[in-house]
């Protein structure tokens, strides 16, 4: 029951002038500032400047946003930022419009349709690894980061498009990268300016968009036109009947959840994936660890779906590599009613921050928060921890959807990867996290290989 109006307690934080006082702080180093505030104030913090904020860390008020009392809590207008690349997708679109896309999107990623794509990881990525042999021979360090990039989105063509992107690719990923750079400036900008005027930046957006436009607008046409049958995600969503109404998606509604899960699906997992290099780099031991569970369960071969369950270190190892650092470091939401958390009275229109990169390191619920440790993932180190102690993911109804594709690419490509090399981190170079759409490692991770 809320509280009456004046008895309403915002909620330890900052006000007026000492939040504005904190904005360079949040620019320059976005995630200390954040930490910083809620070791002073606590698991609940309440920023009031022009618009009243809520910080919240502990997993029991994240299920509350998440899932308990979703529908109070929509996405904020942040994301709205993103709608001008991606289009009302699934990660953007709000109410009756995202319910029916994601009823029709949900079969697509149940995972009897996935596990065939495992195929397709193995193929990839042994391409990739081909293509290594003359970094090994020629002992020449290089940024994994971007070879990361260039596998997970090769695979996400194969296996949403059934087409190898070829040179295709690098127009898709030089759009994203102009895409990443529009979205910060934009939701790090006090004053917003409109994305219509011919600034460069929105010059440059406008044409990366029209770029790769070009490209899923084609091929949805072609696929339209076509007799064959295919078997991808695409495939999929072009079939799918909504359970109610019986209706299928259109030529812009394909071309938002393609361009959704391109995005989302190389991009996050490419940062995954490079934070678990530099973190395998950092523990050897943990390497050694992994590499003999590989040797046991796969030998020379290389992986099938049906191992998966068997490499369960590998699991554990990217998991934890997520926890310390999770690719979506933030989510934001907004109130639409008045509501209580944590015993504090939340207004209609509050912003409400959650931060998985604080939640993840909360000295209640993690033993040796900075460690990395994948052993506590186990599933008897599991079982008495809150769900939301942990969410790389999200949670709730808005759960990635494409969560258990990229966790089963990952398993696959680490495997791989270590049953050819040892993959070392390239002596003085400096790694910290660079707070984007995406949390990446500044510089990049660079790595030197040695041949198994």
């Given at each position: 029951?809320?509280?009456k109006?004046?008895?309403r307690?915002?909620?330890?934080?900052?006000?007026?002038?000492?939040?504005?006082?904190?904005?360079?702080?949040?620019?320059?180093?976005?995630?200390?500032?954040?930490?910083?505030?809620?070791?002073?104030?606590?698991?609940?913090?309440?920023?009031?400047?022009?618009?009243?904020?809520?910080i919240?860390?502990?997993?029991?008020?994240?299920?509350?946003?998440?899932q308990?009392?979703?529908?109070?809590?929509?996405?904020?207008?942040?994301?709205?930022?993103?709608?001008?690349?991606?289009?009302?997708g699934?990660?953007?679109?709000?109410?009756?419009?995202?319910?029916?896309?994601?009823?029709?999107?949900?079969?697509?990623?149940?995972?009897?349709?996935?596990?065939?794509?495992?195929?397709?990881?193995?193929?990839?990525?042994?391409?990739?690894?081909?293509?290594?042999?003359?970094?090994?021979?020629?002992?020449?360090?290089?940024?994994?980061?971007?070879?990361?990039?260039?596998?997970?989105?090769?695979?996400?063509?194969?296996?949403?498009?059934?087409?190898?992107?070829?040179?295709?690719?690098?127009?898709?990923?030089?759009?994203?990268?102009?895409?990443?750079?529009?979205?910060?400036?934009?939701?790090?900008?006090?004053?917003?300016?409109?994305?219509?005027?011919?600034?460069?930046?929105?010059?440059?957006?406008?044409?990366?968009?029209?770029?790769?436009?070009?490209?899923?607008?084609?091929?949805?046409?072609?696929?339209?036109?076509?007799?064959?049958?295919?078997?991808?995600?695409l495939?999929?969503?072009?079939?799918?009947?909504?359970?109610?109404?019986?209706?299928?998606?259109?030529?812009?509604?394909?071309?938002?959840?393609?361009?959704?899960?391109?995005?989302?699906?190389?991009?996050?997992?490419?940062?995954?994936?490079?934070?678990?290099?530099?973190?395998?780099?950092?523990?050897?031991?943990?390497?050694?660890?992994?590499?003999?569970?590989?040797?046991?369960?796969?030998?020379?071969?290389?992986?099938?779906?049906?191992?998966?369950?068997?490499?369960?270190?590998?699991?554990?190892?990217?998991?934890?590599?997520?926890?310390?650092?999770?690719?979506?470091?933030?989510?934001?939401?907004?109130?639409?009613?008045?509501?209580?958390?944590?015993?504090?009275?939340?207004?209609?229109?509050?912003?409400?921050?959650?931060?998985?990169?604080?939640?993840?390191?909360h000295?209640?619920?993690?033993?040796?928060?900075?460690?990395?440790?994948?052993?506590?993932?186990?599933?008897?180190?599991?079982?008495?921890?809150?769900?939301?102690?942990?969410?790389?993911?999200?949670?709730?109804?808005?759960?990635?959807?494409?969560?258990?594709?990229?966790?089963?690419?990952?398993q696959?490509?680490i495997?791989?990867?270590?049953?050819?090399?040892?993959?070392?981190?390239?002596?003085?170079?400096?790694?910290?996290?660079?707070?984007?759409?995406?949390?990446?490692?500044?510089?990049?991770?660079?790595?030197?290989?040695?041949?198994?």
């Amino acid at each position: 029951m809320l509280s009456k109006p004046e008895n309403r307690i915002f909620g330890p934080g900052l006000r007026g002038l000492n939040f504005f006082r904190l904005v360079p702080s949040f620019k320059k180093d976005t995630l200390l500032t954040f930490s910083n505030l809620t070791e002073q104030f606590g698991d609940v913090v309440c920023l009031r400047g022009l618009w009243t904020a809520y910080i919240l860390v502990n997993p029991r008020d994240v299920e509350y946003v998440l899932q308990t009392n979703s529908r109070n809590y929509p996405k904020s207008k942040n994301y709205q930022i993103l709608k001008s690349s991606t289009g009302n997708g699934l990660l953007v679109s709000e109410g009756e419009h995202w319910l029916r896309q994601r009823r029709l999107a949900q079969p697509v990623f149940h995972q009897q349709r996935i596990e065939k794509f495992a195929e397709t990881m193995t193929a990839s990525t042994a391409e990739i690894l081909e293509s290594w042999e003359n970094f090994e021979k020629t002992k020449t360090a290089f940024d994994v980061v971007p070879e990361m990039m260039r596998l997970t989105l090769g695979i996400v063509g194969k296996a949403l498009l059934n087409t190898d992107l070829g040179s295709e690719a690098s127009v898709f990923g030089d759009a994203f990268e102009v895409v990443r750079e529009f979205s910060v400036r934009r939701l790090m900008a006090l004053i917003k300016i409109p994305d219509r005027l011919p600034t460069p930046l929105n010059l440059r957006f406008r044409r990366a968009i029209r770029s790769v436009d070009r490209i899923v607008y084609q091929l949805i046409a072609e696929r339209r036109k076509s007799p064959e049958k295919f078997d991808d995600l695409l495939a999929m969503l072009m079939a799918a009947q909504d359970s109610e109404t019986g209706a299928t998606m259109n030529d812009r509604q394909l071309r938002d959840e393609v361009m959704t899960l391109i995005g989302a699906g190389y991009e996050t997992t490419t940062q995954a994936l490079g934070w678990t290099w530099y973190l395998l780099g950092k523990n050897p031991s943990v390497e050694v660890k992994l590499r003999r569970e590989i040797e046991l369960v796969l030998g020379r071969r290389a992986p099938t779906f049906a191992d998966l369950p068997r490499l369960e270190y590998t699991r554990m190892v990217f998991q934890e590599a997520m926890r310390l650092y999770p690719p979506i470091w933030a989510f934001s939401r907004v109130a639409i009613e008045r509501d209580e958390i944590g015993g504090f009275y939340v207004p209609p229109k509050s912003e409400v921050l959650l931060f998985p990169f604080i939640t993840h390191r909360h000295a209640e619920f993690w033993d040796a928060p900075e460690e990395f440790l994948p052993e506590r993932f186990s599933v008897e180190n599991s079982t008495n921890r809150p769900k939301f102690a942990y969410f790389p993911f999200g949670g709730g109804a808005r759960q990635c959807i494409g969560n258990h594709f990229a966790q089963m690419e990952a398993q696959i490509i680490i495997a791989m990867v270590l049953q050819k090399f040892r993959v070392s981190l390239a002596e003085k170079h400096a790694v910290e996290a660079e707070t984007s759409v995406t949390l990446r490692p500044r510089n990049g991770v660079k790595v030197v290989l040695e041949k198994v």
